[in-house]
């Protein structure tokens, strides 16, 4: 059955003029792209996002980098959308991704790693819910 997951393609790789390559990938590997914006988001809607890593010593650093600099929001539907879009984006960590993946081909380090996509369906629909209305998932 077709599933929905969220994406977000982060500030680094929108510096470094990857977006419309990440993309492209994304499309290639079969998922419909649902809802697509382009925004900036503040530090406090940084940390409201990412509020389950609320007590790791990255929090700090990651919050400062997700608002560094615009990024592309994303819903992205296919079957089996949330294991098959990590397996597409690789290792967390760009140094363990495999050959081909989103993350070793454009990530720079842990933190500044290219794309997020969600982990699980309850946090696919609190992600999608946080950055779109359902009018906007077309
Ligand atoms: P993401 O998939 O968006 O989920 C949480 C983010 O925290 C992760 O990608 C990285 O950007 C960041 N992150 C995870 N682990 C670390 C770490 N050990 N050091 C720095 N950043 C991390």
Redo the contacts with the bound molecule.
Sequence with gaps: MSQRTFS?I?PDAIRKGHAGAILADIEKAGFRIVAIKKLFISKPQAEGF?YV?KE?P?FE??TTFMSSGPIVALVLEKENAIADLRRLMGA?NPANAEEGTIRKKYAGS????AI??SDGEETASFEIGYFFAGHELV
């Design positions: 977000i982060k990412y890593h790791r990255f650093s990651l967390t842990i933190e500044e790693n997020h996509g």
